[in-house]
């Protein structure tokens, strides 16, 4: 029997025969050892800060105060991100953050962006400067999220969420950041402490409610992302523990959590409203697909027959991408009419669902509806009417004599400055506000009142609860 070896046609190695040969003689050509032993630092986590750091951007405000910074040079030494010399009368303040969608949203903390009115965004590689504008902002749970001014058509990298309890104690932890606009940080550590204490409704995060790790957080991180070794955003960088009652403390650094994260995404980005539309539904952010929590009663939502747990597979035949994703395919829509596909159980279902423009539903009247009394946004001339030396709040301008306002003691000229300790910003959102409220509920009302003192008028504060109807 005849028998040939068949062999490559590149023969540019020394083949098998060479390599067995090299190897016994105690010596392996380059191209052999390359293959055979990869480079051994890049490890889980190399991988994960090169997965992770395109996301990751140090973001730089301009806040104009009163009085200067003595600190202004010395961050103008760093970065001056407009290119320019600020007016004495501009404050600096430096911080990062993480994108979270292709499309230019991103992630910081409130605090980092807080009363800013300027705010530029740089990555750690290339030099543009981005503009951006704060989309939505929560105090309590020191949350951010942020919209750059992109070119049209520009794509960013973004990172995506871990699973809410996917947490293990111990685990390595990555903790990045891009302070002054240098370049990215990376100090890496384990997850020390979990989350201790859920928050309280209505109350500040604290130290009981965020991540612990020792990993360094360094000055200017706060607001950049906290990874696990898979690269997934765990938490978001929020403080570093310098003393305890008076004591030194190093290594002690704290994250919101990712659960938290996606709460507060959840309640400053609600998808019951998308782009002055109502759909009624809100989506847990984070899920891939996308799935329904709740659905508001008689919403357009609720017309087209979808129920909490239903997976939101397509709108109008695309698969949306993130939340945030979905609530721009719902707006973009047609004559604000979409086509839904929808997994409920094993079952595939296609409802169509007819957006209504939220201002044609939650207004004065529905105020007047639920609380017996109409309000007005206070405009220069409302305040020089009624003597008010303020522009912002409503102004009760009708009450209703069989209404929760009546009963309350409530009459024209009041000014109503907050409800439920929030200030929406229009009527609409104040209408937002009461629409949950079940009949019977209670909305509390921090008002004003226009007093005559001797020569002059003065405001009187205080509180008063109405019952909703």
């Given amino acids: 029997m005849n028998m040939k070896l068949r062999t490559s046609k590149r023969q540019n190695g020394p083949g098998a025969v060479g390599i067995l040969l090299a190897c016994l003689a105690g010596y392996a050509p380059n191209a052999f050892s390359q293959a055979a032993s990869p480079d051994i630092r890049r490890d889980a986590t190399v991988l994960a800060v090169e997965k992770v750091m395109p996301c990751v951007v140090n973001i730089a405000t301009e806040t104009i105060v009163r009085v200067r910074d003595p600190f202004d040079e010395f961050f103008r030494q760093f970065w001056d991100p407009y290119h320019r010399r600020q007016p004495p009368n501009s404050q600096y303040s430096l911080g990062s953050g993480v994108m979270i969608d292709e499309e230019g949203y991103l992630l910081t903390n409130d605090h980092v962006v807080r009363r800013a009115d300027k705010i530029a965004v740089k990555f750690c590689a290339g030099t543009n400067v981005y503009e951006a504008t704060i989309v939505a902002s929560d105090p309590k749970s020191d949350v951010a999220l942020l919209k750059l001014k992109a070119r049209p058509g520009e794509k960013f990298s973004a990172i995506r969420f871990a699973p809410e309890d996917d947490l293990l104690l111990g685990e390595t932890v990555l903790s990045l950041g891009n302070p002054f606009g240098l370049g990215g940080s990376v100090s890496r550590g384990i997850l020390s402490s979990k989350s201790r204490l859920a928050a309280k409704e209505g109350e500040p995060l604290d130290i009981p409610n965020w991540l612990q790790t020792d990993a360094s957080i360094n000055f200017g991180s706060s607001g950049g992302p906290l990874v696990n070794l898979r690269g997934e955003l765990i938490g978001i960088n929020v403080a570093v523990l310098r003393n305890y009652q008076g004591e030194a403390a190093e290594g002690i650094g704290f994250a919101i959590p990712v659960r938290r994260v996606l709460e507060a995404l959840s309640d400053i980005f609600p998808t019951e409203f998308v782009k002055s539309y109502w759909f009624g539904a809100r989506v847990k952010v984070g899920t891939t697909p996308l799935v329904v929590m709740s659905v508001q009663p008689q919403s357009p939502a609720d017309q087209a027959g979808l129920k909490p747990g239903d997976a939101l597979l397509e709108v109008n035949g695309k698969p949306p991408k993130s939340f945030i994703d979905f609530a721009d395919l719902l707006a973009a829509s047609p004559a604000s009419k979409a086509a839904l596909t929808l997994q409920r159980g094993t079952a595939r279902k296609e409802?169509?669902?007819?957006?209504?423009?939220?201002?044609?539903?939650?207004?004065?009247?529905?105020?007047?509806?639920?609380?017996?009394?109409?309000?007005?946004?206070?405009?220069?001339?409302?305040?020089?009417?009624?003597?008010?030396?303020?522009?912002?709040?409503?102004?009760?301008?009708?009450?209703?004599?069989?209404?929760?306002?009546?009963?309350?003691?409530?009459?024209?000229?009041?000014?109503?400055?907050?409800?439920?300790?929030?200030?929406?910003?229009?009527?609409?959102?104040?209408?937002?506000?009461?629409?949950?409220?079940?009949k019977g509920e209670r909305v509390l009302l921090d008002i004003a009142v226009r007093q005559q003192v001797g020569n002059y008028y003065v405001l009187r504060q205080g509180a008063v609860e109405l019952t909703t109807r």
């Fill in 351 to 438: 409802v169509s669902v007819r957006l209504l423009p939220e201002k044609a539903v939650f207004n004065a009247g529905m105020i007047r509806d639920r609380l017996g009394m109409d309000l007005e946004e206070v405009t220069p001339e409302l305040a020089a009417r009624y003597g008010l030396r303020t522009s912002e709040g409503y102004i009760i301008t009708g009450v209703l004599g069989d209404g929760p306002a009546a009963a309350a003691g409530l009459e024209r000229g009041i000014l109503v400055t907050a409800m439920d300790g929030k200030t929406p910003p229009d009527l609409a959102a104040a209408a937002k506000l009461i629409y949950p409220k079940k």
